[in-house]
């Protein structure tokens, strides 16, 4: 193949990446909005269990 044809091909295929990224990082901040909104999305604190070293939710 021509270099320029090679040199294309790779150029649409990086802008096919970048929006395909800039899609994935818009939803996953819409995601994280929409949990950091939500009044029920409090984070559990996590304690950890002396018997198996791992760290679990709270018991409350």
Do not use: F
């Amino acid at each position: 193949m021509p270099p320029l044809v090679v040199w294309l091909i790779g150029a649409a295929g990086a802008v096919i990446g970048a929006k395909l990224w800039s899609m994935a990082e818009k939803k996953a901040n819409q995601d994280l909005e929409r949990t950091r909104s939500d009044e029920n999305g409090e984070i559990a604190k996590l304690e950890r269990d002396p018997a198996t070293g791992t760290y679990r939710p709270r018991k409350q």
